[in-house]
């Protein structure tokens, strides 16, 4: 009886895993090409508001406003808000020198988090479609034209760009955010290609301003909430890779550790909120399910199967699955005991930084299970 169970949850956790990682990357990528939806976007030039949330940002806050003013857009349809709460450095002091270019700076002393800076910029504005963004990256010059023109569908409520990572050698995390990043590109577009992706990155994110709903201040991840909104209104978040922000990796796998706790403790929380409306949304929930909830889920999966291969490890096949779960997670301890490893060769490098990040997803359920996840970021160093 106990090995037969045992059978069926390792046939389970396999069958799992190797349907999020491969099969329904796959099946909506073939499936896309197949049953694309076409409706043919038109190229308007609505007025935009133009939205920086920008705490302790005097590092890169000039360029930021630079890139932005530098967009190929109309400038007089072009309004800039940067939201400045809580900053202690030169941040305001910074935006203010642009205010004479239709540059404006919200500050206030306390800091309240980003979905609180976010609902006073879009309450302050004044364009059509608001476009979110960190102040920590670079849009292409033509990103605006091809955010606007994917929104102009009949069913678009939001559209989300492609966020690019710079390859640094000098930064541990950039091999695997980069890796990562393309990997979630494919089947964005794949999703998007058949009805909207379930995925909008809220570092360059474009929403029709009549369909932002103001998120309530204990949200963590503000993109998800936004999205969620989006569909609950009868629209879809299309997303459109052309329209790109680049920007650096964390400079450590620890800093890197850190984000994707708290983004996945943020999935848990937007999970315990919307379940129930999630559930009424067929195939975006299908959708969602395959590409969110299983991944923040996968730590489980493997632990189960590490746990079961160790138990039966004396029979076939769970000594060979032990085995080959021996040399994974053996290169990824490599990779965390000599980084230059990590460096040298993506054979190392791959099950390091997949490990880490499934580590990375256990701890956000734990930090979501214990409430301790607030909903101030802690300041990423630049």
Known sequence: MIATISDALAVACITVAAYHYFVYPLAVMIISRLRAINARPVDEEPGITFVIAAYNEAKVIREKIVNTLALDYPREKLEIIVVADGSSDATPAIVAEFADRNVICLFDP?????????????????????????????????????????????????????????????????????????????????????????????????????????????????????????????????????????????????????????????GYQFLAMHWLALAGTGWFAFKFVSHKILRWLMPLFLIVLLLISVLRSGELPYASLLIAQALFYGLAALGWLVPAACQASRLVYVPFYFTTMNLAAFAGLVKFLRGRQGVLWSKAAR
């Open 110 to 266: 306390e800091r309240r988090g980003k979905s609180h800076a976010l609902n006073r910029a879009v309450a302050a504005s004044r364009g059509e479609v608001v476009v979110l963004s960190d102040a920590n990256n670079e849009f292409s010059r033509d990103a605006l034209r091809w955010l606007v023109r994917a929104l102009s569908r009949p069913s678009a409520g939001g559209v989300s760009g492609a966020k690019r990572i710079v390859e640094n050698r000098d930064r541990a995390a950039s091999m695997g955010d980069s890796l990562y990043w393309r990997y979630e590109s494919m089947i964005k577009l794949a999703e998007s290609r058949l009805g909207g992706t379930v995925a909008a990155d809220g570092e360059i994110f474009a929403i029709r301003r009549a369909l932002y709903r103001p998120i309530p201040p204990e949200v963590i991840n503000d993109d998800a909430f936004l999205t969620m909104a989006v569909v609950l209104q009868g629209c879809r978040v299309f997303y459109e890779p052309r329209a790109t922000a680049t920007e650096e990796a964390s400079i450590s796998i620890a800093e890197d550790f850190r984000v994707k706790v708290r983004m996945v403790a943020g």
